[in-house]
């Protein structure tokens, strides 16, 4: 009696290498689906910081009645009585928040990178006193008229520290220029690893409106002349305020890769920068035979403008993060 043989059961070579097609071709479509949920959730995240910020910037304006200064010390005409050195919107927007050591705000602040006041008004001198000591911590008693108690208890946080992100410069960059090395930045949550060893974001660059300005054009002058000078210019928002730390580049390489935001031809970066924060919306109502081009209004003309750099770490870039809702004034 002939018995028929069975062959054991299995896949051919030719149904493995479907099989294994079929696999990587959904792997190819699921991929790219991910990294777009990944990069929404970032900014969802990042968005999020942006409003626990929002929130201390209205508690701070509640107790001194105006936002937090955003102008660049070293570009201010007169100089700074006391320190005149680089000290930019961003790192103003981490004192304000957390203060100069992460203990909190002091309501004494003259906003230095040394974190000296010149309280009497003279400027170096005897009414020139620490309200912050930066690079050895808190004050000592007798450096200030107050005790270091005393000091801490006029103090006020305006943000979570978990929520702030707040990083020295120095953790950030390798080169760190004229900046004092030990003033903080808050920073974004786009954190990559740096050569310090710590993971940060990128510094989030802050600018308070100017609101005695009406216009955001980079190519007229109220007071005549051509608006490129930084101690003339006069928009609401003023580019400058954050020049110095864009003038870092990146932070791993330095200069030797530069933010499309700060590519070093003024009137290239005043367009750049008037770009990202001009209202359309108020441009295209307004044109008319006197402004053909219409009438040039950032958005939140009233309050400031905070930008991350988003995920590829340069500003300038489509994928920036700003807390700005386009379409609406």
């Known amino acids: 009696m002939n018995r028929q043989k069975r062959g054991k059961g299995g896949f051919t070579i030719v149904e493995l290498l479907t099989v294994m097609g079929v696999i990587a071709l959904l792997i190819g479509l699921l991929v790219p689906a991910l990294n777009m949920v990944k990069d929404y959730s970032r900014e969802i995240q990042q968005k999020a910081q942006f409003h ?42 981490a004192e ?5 050591d992460l203990l909190g705000f002091h309501p004494k602040s003259g906003f230095t990178a040394s974190g000296l006041n010149d309280l009497d008004g003279v400027g170096v001198g005897y009414g020139a006193v620490q309200i912050y000591d930066p690079i050895n911590g808190m004050n000592l008693p007798g450096v200030y008229v107050e005790t270091g108690s005393q000091n801490i208890d006029v103090r006020k946080k305006y943000i979570d520290l978990e929520h702030a992100n707040a990083y020295r410069i120095d953790d950030i960059y390798v080169n ?36 005695a300005y009406k ?58 920068f008037e770009e990202m924060i ?15 081009d219409g009438i040039k209004r950032p958005y939140r003309a009233e309050s400031y403008i905070l930008i991350s750099a988003g995920k590829d770490g340069l500003y300038g870039t489509a994928d920036d993060v700003l807390n700005i809702e386009k379409g609406k004034e």
Request: with cysteine; glycine share 8%.
């Open 278 to 292: 001009l209202n359309k919306q108020v441009q295209t109502a307004t044109r008319t035979t006197s402004f053909p």
């Open 96 to 100: 304000a928040m957390v203060g100069q």
């Open 215 to 272: 216009f955001q054009d980079y190519t007229r002058n109220d007071f005549g002349g051509t608006d490129q000078n930084p101690a003339q210019n006069d928009d609401i928002y003023n580019y400058w305020d954050n020049e110095r730390l864009l003038a870092l580049g990146d932070p791993e390489q330095g200069t030797a890769v530069l933010h499309p935001l700060r590519t070093g031809t003024v009137l290239t970066d005043l367009q750049r």
């Open 176 to 211: 760190w220029g004229s900046f004092n090395r030990y003033n903080f930045l808050l920073c974004d949550v786009y954190a990559k690893k740096r050569q310090s060893g710590k993971k940060t974001g990128m510094p989030i660059l802050y600018y308070r409106a100017r609101t």
């Open 52 to 93: 626990s910020i929002d929130v201390g910037l209205e508690m701070f304006k509640n107790d001194f009645g105006v936002y937090p200064e955003s102008d660049e010390n070293s570009y201010r005409v007169p100089a700074h009585p006391v320190d005149p050195t680089v000290y930019s919107g961003a790192a103003k927007l």
